[in-house]
């Protein structure tokens, strides 16, 4: 049974940071391009930032680019999205996913809000 758990959101105040964390299971987890999306409340579903299989080439949202990275561990199974200077449109639920061929699996989100 393949899970992807996120966790690091929480409260933060505008300009601070967080990382989120994304743990993979029940999947080669090496074989998968993993992205990071967020869904606000009123908004639709927004891509992040994706990293591919090896961990080389990354792609960054236009409101996201030189304020986050996104990075994977392929011996911890595990994805990353470091946030820096966050901002209060930053607030959403992050979800994690994982996408290799036709498999297509997403994680149950956590909680980022920033607000003073």
């Known amino acids: 049974q393949v899970q992807l758990v996120e966790s690091g959101g929480g409260l933060v105040q505008p300009g601070g940071s967080l990382r989120l964390s994304c743990a993979a299971s029940?999947?080669?987890?090496?074989?998968?391009?993993m992205s990071w999306y967020r869904h606000a409340p009123g908004k639709e579903r927004e891509h992040v930032a994706t990293?591919?299989?090896?961990?080389?080439?990354?792609v960054y949202t236009d409101s996201v680019k030189g304020r986050v990275t996104i990075s994977r561990d392929n011996d911890e199974n595990t994805v990353y999205l470091q946030m820096n200077n966050l901002k209060p449109e930053d607030t959403a639920v992050y979800y994690c996913?994982?996408?290799?061929?036709?498999?297509?699996?997403w994680g149950q989100g956590t909680q980022v809000t920033v607000s003073s």
């Open positions: 996913r994982a996408i290799w061929r036709s498999a297509v699996y």
């Open positions: 029940g999947l080669t987890f090496s074989l998968y391009a």
């Open positions: 990293i591919n299989s090896p961990g080389i080439s990354t």
